[in-house]
T-cell receptor
Framework: EDQVTQSPEALRLQEGESSSLNCSYT??????LFWYRQDPGKGPEFLFT???AGEEKEKERLKATLTKKESFLHITAPKPEDSATYLC????????????????FGQGTILTVHP | DGGITQSPKYLFRKEGQNVTLSCEQN?????MYWYRQDPGQGLRLIYY???????QKGDIAEGYSVSREKKESFPLTVTSAQKNPTAFYLC??????????????FGSGTRLTVV
């Protein structure tokens, strides 16, 4: 069974204080790892997809990295508008080597950035 | 603008009542999904559909039903058999799930409360 664990559950930062969010995963065969941002009362917004160990992707103050066991979302010099819940999800290959698109999500990390 | 529309935003259900949540997309996506989100928990998959007139149970399908009569529509019915329906419900869609790394597009969610 695929599993995703995110840590910490909540993170409070001062504006400009860089940090990282962790996503540990167990999957039979990783097809892709996804990061989403979710604001209160809204649906998640897609950020990144990572496919293989060593891959990195960046968007503004966010940088996502991937190893064989975990992914990190690095936040550089965060601003209050970066406050949100960040969700990690994995998509696995099924037994036939294909995938039906199902994502398994972690419980999320609630990030609060104070001015 | 293309996207996913969920309605209503807020829904109140009485004990023993069935209610239907609407999900419509104009992205021409093949696959559609229903997730349930509870505080402190990740998104849990209820049902998904890869093509019209076909759908599969997810991890927590008991007490729910769906239909996929049109490509753009994937309504979810919460039946009286669902004993703890209070939650935030999210609908999502994606391109052909066989396409590697197609991220989800989420709707804005429906918050269901039992009264």
């Amino acid at each position: 069974e695929d599993q995703v664990t995110q840590s910490p559950e909540a993170l409070r930062l001062q504006e400009g204080e860089s940090s990282s969010l962790n996503c540990s995963y167990t999957v039979s065969g990783l097809r892709g790892l996804f990061w989403y941002r979710q604001d209160p009362g809204k649906g998640p917004e897609f950020l990144f997809t990572l496919y293989s160990a060593g891959e990195e992707k960046e968007k503004e103050r966010l940088k996502a990295t991937l190893t064989k066991k975990e992914s990190f979302l690095h936040i550089t010099a965060p601003k209050p508008e970066d406050s949100a819940t960040y969700l990690c999800a994995v998509q696995a290959f099924n037994a036939g080597g294909t995938s039906y698109g199902k994502l398994t999500f972690g419980q999320g990390t609630i990030l609060t950035v104070h001015p | 603008d293309g996207g996913i529309t969920q309605s209503p935003k807020y829904l109140f259900r009485k004990e023993g009542q069935n209610v239907t949540l609407s999900c419509e997309q104009n992205l021409n996506h093949d696959a559609m999904y229903w997730y349930r989100q509870d505080p402190g928990q990740g998104l849990r998959l209820i049902y998904y559909s890869q093509i019209v007139n076909d759908f599969q149970k997810g991890d927590i399908a008991e007490g729910y039903s769906v239909s996929r009569e049109k490509k753009e529509s994937f309504p979810l019915t919460v039946t009286s058999a669902q004993k703890n329906p209070t939650a935030f419900y999210l609908c999502a869609s994606s391109l052909d799930p066989r396409d590697r790394g197609s991220g989800y597009t989420f709707g804005s969610g429906t918050r269901l409360t039992v009264v």
